[in-house]
């Protein structure tokens, strides 16, 4: 199985917390959508042999492009590599794109699953983010949404500073209400050369509050596991049957090729990722050439690799597979760097898989480095 990821740098504006790469001028939006789709074409030997499973829209904002941009890009898809029979074709949308006309054309396409960024509920929220749209048309999207595709997910942010914990539950409980089945759910991060870290510095902004944060986290945890959702990756929860086949790939290490801007690739071996400049994108794809870094990962680091993605879903790190690909020595490490999480019940092992434990889950990336071997 593998994945396409196709990168979408364009934002009416920019949130206060994003450090993805967008650009708000949508000047180049159509040499864009040509440069995607000649990337595809020229990196279609990659997959020569492997069935596309999911194609999956990211940004940036990925609604800003029209149904026949997408449609273009999904055709060129479909024209240089070997889809499955019943992909899983996601979009990305904000909800000020999403009126009924448009939600509605979208559901005569071939993407079957809308990953709407609602983030929150609460207007003051939106307003501290910067965030394109407003309460009403967060509800009024989902309303419409439900009718037209069975297959929703949507984000919601914790850990807002002002933002209560009760605030917080009605917003998990509003979510709930529109019977969606996916919820990705992503505590705030103040991440350097941001509006919003510029802001804390100055005063303008309360800091984000960790312990806030810790306790935001179980409340989503406890309501959404008491709502039937299964908690399957560290932010991620899904209803049985609606676990994204996009993310799930990428934390179990399959392969996924990355296009546009920005965007990341990974086979296994090699991890890619494109130049983070629009112009410069356009320029090299043009003239035939793909504007790619590439690192060829030691085994260490597909170990590493594999300690980071797997210690985050329920699936956990295998045991087993670390000695058959790594080798007895990183089997041997593992164990004896998991003892001392083990014994402050942070971690555990089952069925020869070693998994965090609900105490651990908030801390599962700052464990995870601890069981990195360091070559």
């Known amino acids: 199985m593998a994945g396409i990821y196709i990168h979408i740098p364009f934002c009416k504006q920019a949130c206060h917390y994003c450090d993805f790469h967008f650009s708000t001028s949508l000047k180049k939006k159509e040499d864009l959508v040509k440069a995607l789709a000649k990337e595809l074409e020229l990196r279609k030997a990659e997959f020569e042999n492997t069935p596309v499973e999911t194609i999956y829209f990211g940004g940036g904002t990925p609604s800003v492009l029209t149904n026949e941009e997408l449609q273009f890009l999904i055709d060129s898809v479909y024209k240089h590599y070997q889809v499955s029979e019943s992909p899983e074709i996601t979009l990305e949308a904000n909800p000020d794109d999403l009126s009924s006309e448009r939600i509605q054309a979208l559901s005569t396409t071939p993407i079957n699953r809308l990953s709407i960024g609602i983030q929150s509920f609460f207007e003051p929220d939106l307003k501290l983010m910067n965030r394109a749209h407003n309460a009403k048309e967060a509800k009024d999207c989902l309303e419409e949404a439900t009718k037209h595709f069975d297959n929703i997910s949507l984000d919601l942010i914790y850990g807002i500073p002002g933002a209560s914990n009760d605030q917080w539950l009605a917003n998990i409980e509003t979510a709930l209400s529109f019977n969606v089945s996916h919820i990705s759910s992503y505590a705030l991060t103040v991440e350097p050369k941001t509006a919003l870290a510029s802001f804390i510095e100055k005063g303008q902004i309360d800091n984000v509050d960790d312990e806030q944060s810790h306790a935001q986290f179980h409340i989503l945890k406890e309501k959404l596991e008491a709502s039937g959702f299964v908690h399957y990756e560290l932010s991620n929860f899904g209803k049985d049957g609606y676990f994204s086949k996009n993310n799930s790939a990428y934390w179990q290490g ?18 890619g990722w494109n130049v983070k400049n629009n112009s410069k994108y356009i320029k090299a794809i043009e003239e035939n050439k793909l504007p790619i870094e590439l690192e060829t990962l030691t085994q260490t680091d597909q170990y590493n690799e594999y300690i980071m993605t797997g210690l985050r879903t329920i699936w956990g790190v295998s045991i087993k597979k670390v000695e058959n690909d790594y080798g007895l020595k990183f089997k041997n490490y593992l164990i004896a760097q998991s003892e001392f999480f083990i014994k402050q019940q942070l971690l555990y092992i089952e069925d020869t898989h070693l998994r965090v434990t609900k105490k651990g889950q908030f801390l599962c990336d700052g464990i995870a480095s601890e069981l990195f071997m360091l070559n």
């Open 254 to 271: 399959k392969s996924y090729l990355g296009i546009g801007p920005s965007a990341h690739s990974f086979n296994g071996t090699e991890r």
